[in-house]
């Protein structure tokens, strides 16, 4: 039996575009109630529009993921407006691209604190919700940068690292409470104009394509529809088949 979001109160973060943005339009689609929020009120406007557009009514709250009492009011203003949060995904986050011999710890610990331990924080509050209501399921985005690098990015990577390691450690505290949590890795997902993409970006991927938002909307679906409730503390890795791809330089 094919299963449908009617009626099922999902969180998005950093919902204000790209990645979040498509991750809302795709759970307003199936039906849920949706609840996005972002640091920046006019890109969040911009996304509740979208979905006003298409017919789709949200629920919009501007917060800062780097900082724990927003996210704590957050949760509780959801849950006084609409009971519970069945499902989360915790996408917000952001990365500063410097030579570790610049980079400030104010610059790392800003990374850290949004995306890591908002993740955390987000995902704590959220399950106090869940455990009452019988359960529910948490999406971390994490990326291909938790398991490979490009220079200059170590605050990104640590961050994103950090995000499996906490994925399977709450999968494993939150399962008596019937509460999956996964992550997902995207690999290269083009938020701009993809027809602007070179023919060599698309053919170094195995899959002969570069990712689109669109495919780690379907994934989220899939890792939070209950029917899939055997899949906890795990990642998936969605970039192509590029993390599994042997480069030589000649």
Known sequence: MEFTFTGKVVLITGAGGGIGRVVALAYAQQGAIVVITDKLEEKLEETAN????????????AADMSKPEQIAALVRQIGELLGTIDIVINNAGFGIWKPPYDLELDEWDDVINTNLRGTFVCAREAAKLMRV??????????STRAMMSEPNSEAYAASKGGILSLTHALAVSLGPDRITVNAICPGWIENGDYSRLRPEDHTQH??????????????????????????????????GGMTRKMIYEE
């Not at 979905?51 to 709250?61: A, Q």
């Open 50 to 61: 979208l979905l006003r557009e298409k017919g789709f009514d949200s629920h919009r709250y």
């Open 206 to 239: 195995p899959s002969q394509r570069v990712g689109r938002p669109n495919d780690i909307a379907r994934a989220c679906l899939y890792l939070t529809n209950p029917q899939n409730d055997f899949i906890t503390g795990t990642s998936l890795t969605i970039d």
């Open 133 to 142: 209501g019988g359960g529910g399921s948490i999406v971390n985005i994490s």
